[in-house]
């Protein structure tokens, strides 16, 4: 074996083992279909017809007819069994997808209040920060941070979700009745919620116009209208401003607004590299003082993932992406943060 | 080479089925969650190599073994249950793949970026050669991951991949060379 096969080897193994034992969730079985009728003879031999009797039709008949109201019935029954099955396994899917992004994507220093079954969901997936359940029946009080809104939650708190304390979605899985929506807690109330949620708008829109007419950045004209909206997440905006110090940068896009969310959410991932300008550009290791920087950032404006990818165009690049909600208030005075 | 939990050699021992061959419920439901207990960690680590998160590995071998578990009466050969969930996993990360790539709208080869977290930790050397495996067409990296992690030999990775023998190897010299050129070693 080369030196590189044993360096293969030995990495892989390495990254396996980021994936520990403690996160296997327990096995989900598939929904199981009722048969009806079994096809089947029971041992697949007849036996002979006895001799004629005159009781015999009508009995048979009468057995059918009965057979057939009661055969009916029982359709019509498990009919109406599966449609509610149908909804529960489309309910299922939803709390998962869900669970899998609040996992993936929200803070680990926010609070997330969910129902037992999804708060045991997002441990199964490795949640490690501060899960919340959310009892029926029991007072709750709003902590700051989030909530994931199941229909076992908006049974409990009804209006008070949109209209009270949790008033901004920023994901939504599923439709109807199954619908989960991922929601950012303001223990404040949805008015001043929703007041610090303009003035931020209005901070990125400004941040955002400075960094557009910048010399040191070029970006596709998808990004500057974004830039210029007040589309992208106050952190996002602060590290391109730190590194555009430094060197000119390239924007390639802007991305991870949460499925479902509103067109209000702030877009928290960037894509970008050096600029051709830049001394050293295109060459290997360039983005080292990239990384570098990013993993030197504390909260809250660390990405919790960066990473150089290949574009299909052979370009190598930083992907940064950061949690969410995302905090608002950083840009502008009066800071406060919606996480 | 460091071994810890129960890992792909695992699935290499599995007990054999000595369930009655009348595909009953019941036998079908021991069989898969013995499989699970055997071959979850090995599989769901394969998906993550694969897939690089951990929900989304999590998912495809879920969904291996609701396959399995599916078709279980129509398993010709039981024992070969293991190659049929290696082969759905794979399968399933090759989804997850494509899903990701016409999600973006164009095809970008990297999964979820490393956690800046999991970098510090897991070491900048080791990192670096995860990022050009990323970085290599899927079914390169998929005979790298089956080679090298899975140690499988060629003649089982082209039955899972169903490939030629042939292709596996001409597929893992290019990507051993690929690699070379990126991490600058000979491969």
């Known amino acids: 074996m080369t030196p590189l096969e044993d360096r293969v080897r030995q990495s892989l193994a ?32 007849r036996k002979e017809a006895p001799a004629s009797r005159g009781w015999l039709v009508p009995a048979a008949a009468a057995v059918t007819v009965a ?9 019509s029954h ?29 803070s680990r220093s926010a609070v997330v209040s969910c129902d037992p079954v999804m708060c045991q969901a997002l441990a199964s997936r490795g949640f ?19 909530i994931v809104a199941t229909a076992t939650v908006r049974r409990e708190f009804g209006g008070d979700l949109n209209s009270g304390y949790a008033p901004g979605i920023i994901a939504s899985f599923g439709s109807g009745s199954s619908q989960v929506d991922v929601r950012v807690i303001d223990p404040r109330g949805a008015a001043v919620y929703k007041a610090a949620v303009s003035a931020d708008l209005r901070s990125r829109k400004l941040g955002g116009a400075e960094l557009a007419n910048s010399s040191r950045i070029t970006a596709p004209a998808i990004a500057w209208r974004q830039l210029r909206a007040g589309r992208v997440d106050a952190r ?9 110090a430094a060197h000119p940068l390239s924007v390639v896009a802007f991305g991870a607004p949460g499925p479902g969310a509103g067109a209000g959410s702030p877009l928290r991932s960037v894509e970008f590299a050096w600029s051709s300008e830049a001394p050293g550009a295109g060459r290997p290791g360039s983005m080292r003082a990239i990384m570098a920087f990013l993993n030197a950032q504390g909260a809250p404006f660390r990405p919790a993932q960066a990473a150089v990818i290949r574009l299909p165009d052979g370009r ?24 | 080479m460091e071994v810890d939990e129960p890992d792909v050699a695992a699935s290499r021992t599995l007990p054999r089925p000595d369930a009655p061959q009348h595909g009953a419920a019941a036998s079908a439901d021991a069989m898969v969650a013995a499989l699970y207990e055997a071959n979850v960690l090995a599989l769901s ?44 996993v794979l399968n399933g990360c090759r989804s997850v793949l494509r899903h990701r790539s016409s999600r973006r709208g164009r095809t970008l080869e990297q999964p979820p970026a490393l956690s800046a977290e999991a970098a510090v930790l897991g070491g900048e050397e080791r990192e670096e050669v995860i990022r050009a495996v990323i970085g290599l067409p899927h079914r390169q990296r998929e005979v790298l991951v089956l080679r090298y992690y899975c140690d499988l030999p060629d003649e089982q990775i082209a039955s899972v991949m169903r490939i030629r023998q042939s292709t596996v190897r001409s597929t893992a010299h290019r990507a051993l060379e690929a690699l070379g050129r990126v991490l600058k070693e000979t491969p």
């Open chain 1, 236 to 244: 996002v905006l602060t590290i391109l401003t730190g590194l555009a």
């Open chain 1, 316 to 339: 190598a690049v930083v992907r940064a992406e950061f949690t969410a909600p995302s905090p608002l208030g950083l840009l502008g005075p009066g800071r406060h943060t919606g996480s």
């Open chain 1, 78 to 106: 498990v009919l109406h069994q599966q449609n509610g099955a149908g909804t529960s396994v489309e309910a299922a899917a939803a709390r998962n997808e869900a669970a899998s992004w609040v996992a993936a994507q929200v």
């Open chain 1, 14 to 45: 390495g990254k396996a083992r980021e994936f520990p034992p403690g996160a296997v969730p327990p096995l989900r079985r598939p929904v199981r279909r009722r048969r009806f009728f079994s096809l089947a003879y029971g041992g697949g031999e």
């Open chain 1, 128 to 146: 490690s920060g501060h899960l919340d359940e959310v009892l029926p029946g029991v007072i709750h009080i709003w902590p700051s941070g989030v």
């Open chain 1, 67 to 75: 057979a057939v109201i009661v055969g009916s019935a029982t359709v």
């Open chain 2, 45 to 88: 680590r394969l998906a993550y190599l694969m897939l690089g998160d951990q929900a989304s590995a999590e998912d495809v071998v879920q969904e291996a073994f609701c396959g399995l578990y599916r078709r279980w009466d129509r398993l010709r050969d039981s024992t070969r249950a293991v190659y049929y969930l290696r082969s759905s």
